[in-house]
């Protein structure tokens, strides 16, 4: 039997991810964020779906490319849509 996924509320998943609890907010309404899941009302991420949200931005060096990205919390343009 496996164990569920560690879950955690909006503010703890912002902690935990360094980032505003506003910009996650963003993320989330700009769908260019983690997974997220609702339940009861809340808003609840996995910290393996936040750890596979931000593999996405790892990088070894500033000139190295990538096919996948981490996205500023914005509207995405119809082009960014594309590669996702």
Do not use: C
């Amino acid at each position: 039997m496996a164990i569920p996924p560690h879950l955690m509320r909006v503010r703890e998943a912002a902690r935990f991810l360094g980032i505003s609890l506003r910009t996650l907010e963003k993320h989330r309404t700009y769908g260019t964020g983690p997974l997220y899941r609702k339940v009861g009302g809340r808003v609840l991420y996995s910290v393996e779906d936040m750890m596979a949200w931000t593999a996405g931005g790892a990088r070894h060096s500033p000139s190295e490319t990538t096919p996948t990205r981490v996205f500023p919390a914005r509207p995405l343009t119809q082009e960014e849509r594309e590669s996702l």
